[in-house]
């Protein structure tokens, strides 16, 4: 670990440390594709647990995708499809987000689907401890259906430029080779969100934003 990544994971952790609820904590972290959030999320749920004893819970709303045909609902744009098709919002909100407030049960499902294999795929119910941490990371994360459930909102910042050559770069071998990676991530990832930022304004709803365009040398560049 860089020391600016060390910098920016422990005042991430320090933040987080310092909610105080009667309830799980939600971090909710956001970005475009290939903005680094799976990468982040995996190494912040790692370092919160050499600082504290609480439950540390992941989750990805990548395991709340709907299936391949209902994500291709033909549309007026590839963007505009895989922005209002990708993913089961509905399944979200009552496997993971609704039960996991302070009024809820606490019993969540950490995943319902399978991309691999497109298809179902209902992980156990489980139980959360009331002073979980939670860090589930995704696009789309800020929709104003979803914005207000989170304790802490941490926004990925990254150029489109670098964004469609980190996703292209990791996913030419599933999507067929890097040209034909690097075409659907321009045509279809970065084009709904873009319509995402337009409609949603993520930026403005974030609590913290972090220019992650060098992974090794993150900045915090906004936080309240």
């Known amino acids: 670990m860089t020391d600016k990544q060390l910098t920016v994971y422990t005042t991430l952790s320090e933040k987080i440390l310092t909610i105080e609820k009667n309830a799980p904590t939600l971090i909710g972290i956001s970005g475009k594709d290939g903005s680094g959030k799976t990468t982040m999320a995996n190494i912040l749920a790692d370092f919160l647990s050499s600082k504290t004893s609480r439950e540390i819970i992941r989750i990805s709303i990548d395991d709340f995708m709907n299936n391949r045909a209902l994500r291709y609902t033909p549309s007026e744009s590839a963007g505009q499809g895989c922005y209002d098709y990708t993913f089961n919002f509905d ?3 009552n496997n993971v987000l609704i039960p996991l407030q302070e009024d809820g049960s606490w019993e969540y499902r ?3 689907f399978d991309h691999t294999s497109d298809s179902e795929s209902f992980s ?7 002073n979980a941490i939670v860090i589930i990371d995704g696009v789309f994360l800020y929709k104003r259906d979803l914005v207000n459930y989170w304790d802490l909102r941490l926004l990925l910042d990254t150029s489109d430029a670098t ?3 980190r996703g292209a770069q990791r996913d030419s071998e599933r999507l067929g080779n890097y040209e034909a990676a690097r075409q659907k991530y321009i045509d279809r990832y970065i084009a709904s969100q873009t319509i995402y930022y ?13 220019d992650n365009n060098d992974i090794e040398s993150p900045v915090i560049s906004n936080a309240v």
């Open 91 to 93: 399944g979200f909100l």
């Open 110 to 112: 950490a995943k319902i």
């Open 124 to 130: 156990p119910i489980k139980k959360a401890t009331a």
């Open 163 to 165: 964004a469609i050559e």
């Open 198 to 210: 337009n409609e949603e304004s993520p930026e403005k709803r974030a609590d913290i934003i972090v």
